[in-house]
């Protein structure tokens, strides 16, 4: 039988390397497991600008110890905004994709140092974390990805 294990890092988590690195081996030693049987997600949660990811996700790729021996290692965020109520009506609006632009400077980063090249993981679109309670009912909306931003389009509801 072949035990394999997920482990989320937030970037707090990489405040000290050296207290990380004991930390997943202790995590090993305890589970019993080796770092190829771990899936390593790293966990920048809501990151509204590119130069974010961008910098928070390669110094987490450049420092997380034995980058090379977990099973796979990806680097998450979320860039759509908590609310889309101040965009306006009947219009294509986009919201750029800070988390896939900025793991694209990632990935360009690991590729000019031959360092490895962690997945891609995103919250798609809609914004990080639980939902919100939303008083009223939203205004329908359609929501499209492109290659750099989110367009969100918004129709107003029909007066009951």
């Not at 207290?19 to 770092?35: R, W």
């Not at 009947?90 to 000019?112: E, I, Y």
């Not at 009223?136 to 107003?156: C, E, F, G, H």
Request: contains cysteine; hydrophobic residues 40%.
């Amino acid at each position: 039988m072949s035990l394999t294990c997920a482990g989320r890092l937030l970037i707090t988590d990489f405040i000290n390397s050296t207290l990380l690195g004991q930390y997943l081996d202790g995590l090993l030693a305890v589970l019993q497991i080796n770092a190829s049987e771990v899936d390593i997600l790293i966990d920048l949660e809501f990151r509204r600008e590119q130069v974010e990811v961008k910098q928070l996700g390669g110094s987490a790729v450049s420092v997380l110890p034995n980058l090379g021996r977990w099973r796979t290692v990806t680097l998450a965020s979320g860039s759509f905004p908590s609310s889309i109520s101040n965009l306006p009506y009947k219009l294509w609006m986009p919201v750029p994709r800070a988390d896939w632009l900025g793991w694209l400077d990632v990935h360009s980063a690991q590729v000019k140092a031959a360092g490895r090249i962690p997945s891609y993981g995103d919250y798609g679109i809609r914004c990080g974390g639980p939902p919100t309670n939303i008083p009223n009912r939203p205004d329908p909306n359609i929501r499209y990805t492109s290659d750099k931003a989110i367009l969100v389009r918004s129709q107003k509801q029909m007066a009951r």
